[in-house]
């Protein structure tokens, strides 16, 4: 059981380039969200879907767009990398009403 | 700025010892979830607080959330090595999208 999966892992990206980052899950979950984690600054949400075809803005959702076009998976873009967009990024799945959050091992994105 | 604070933001303790990581909000907490991150890694689930007053336990590690929901407590007793790494409370506040504290950061000495 995988649960949810990020693709890549790592990536190194010049300023200006654009690139796409996957995250899948395997567990049926309705709700899927797009974080990025900075040092001192934990987690902060930007973009969450509550289903299939749906996406809504977080709390930093400037310079990214998403896509949700099957339930199992969640794609985070970066349409012109900036420097500022360079830290780590985690994908979370979870089911409908108060459940945890299941996350993805992250994906460490650099741009130069 | 920070919905959700973390304290302290980080913590040597030695082995065998407990210790008490903090998470406070000024306003009502819905669904208050603690986790675990290893560097490098994702975060691992420890528990989930709804309740004003509830209090969870598994193994050596126990989560309270107090009665106004505005401040919820991780204790671990008899601290390990395998506890270290770095906490992280996350919650719906207000009713809106989740928000998580900055994290501590815990060490345990052998």
């Known amino acids: 059981n995988a649960g949810v999966t990020q693709t890549p892992k790592f990536r190194v990206l010049k300023t200006g380039q654009s690139m796409t980052l996957l995250c899948a899950q395997d567990m049926n979950h309705e709700y899927m969200y797009w974080y990025r984690q900075d040092p001192g600054m934990g987690l902060r949400l930007i973009h969450y879907s509550v289903g299939e075809g749906t996406t809504a803005k977080g709390e930093v959702p400037d310079g990214y767009n998403v896509s949700r076009l099957k339930k199992q998976n969640f794609l985070l873009g970066l349409e012109s990398a900036a420097p500022s967009q360079t830290s780590v990024y985690f994908c979370?799945?979870?089911?409908?009403?108060?459940?945890?959050?299941?996350f993805g091992d992250g994906t460490r994105l650099s741009i130069l | 700025s920070q919905e959700l604070e973390q304290s302290p933001q980080s913590l040597i303790v030695q082995e065998g010892k407990n210790l008490t990581i903090n998470c406070t909000s000024s306003k009502t907490l819905y669904g208050l979830y603690w986790y675990k991150q290893k560097y490098g890694e994702g975060l691992i689930f420890l528990m989930m607080?709804?309740?004003?007053?509830e209090e969870k336990s598994h193994e050596k590690i126990t989560a309270k959330l107090d009665e106004k929901k505005q401040q919820s407590s991780l204790h671990i007793t008899a601290s390990q090595p395998s506890h270290a790494g770095i906490y992280l409370c996350g919650a719906d506040i207000d009713g809106n999208d989740m928000r998580f504290g900055a994290g501590t950061r815990l060490t345990v000495k052998p």
């Open positions: 607080l709804q309740k004003g007053g």
């Open positions: 979370a799945s979870s089911g409908q009403g108060w459940q945890p959050q299941h």
